[in-house]
């Protein structure tokens, strides 16, 4: 899946990505540390792989798209 880098905190190396749709979605240091990258700016295009999240926002039946979603992996998307 594709989306647009948004945050990204050096320190703790992790961040927010956008999806196409808007959609903001949180990513943690493990998602960030599987990617191999060792930085990123605001709107780069990243490839992202997901997991379904099965938290409560999964649970509610959230509607959004990016509800539910955990990050397990962001790098630079390539042409």
């Not at 990204?8 to 990513?27: A, K, N, W």
């Not at 240091?29 to 997991?51: K, M, S, Y």
Request: proline share 5%; aromatic share 6%; glycine share 12%.
């Amino acid at each position: 899946m594709q989306a647009t880098a948004y945050t990204y905190d050096p320190e703790s190396r992790s961040g927010q990505v956008l999806l196409d749709d808007g959609t903001p979605v949180p990513f943690d240091a493990a998602a960030f540390d599987a990617g191999g990258l060792r930085l990123l700016r605001p709107g780069q295009r990243v490839r992202i792989e997901t997991a379904t999240g099965t938290g409560a926002e999964a649970e509610a039946g959230a509607v959004s798209a990016g509800a539910g979603l955990r990050i397990t992996l962001v790098t630079l998307q390539t042409f």
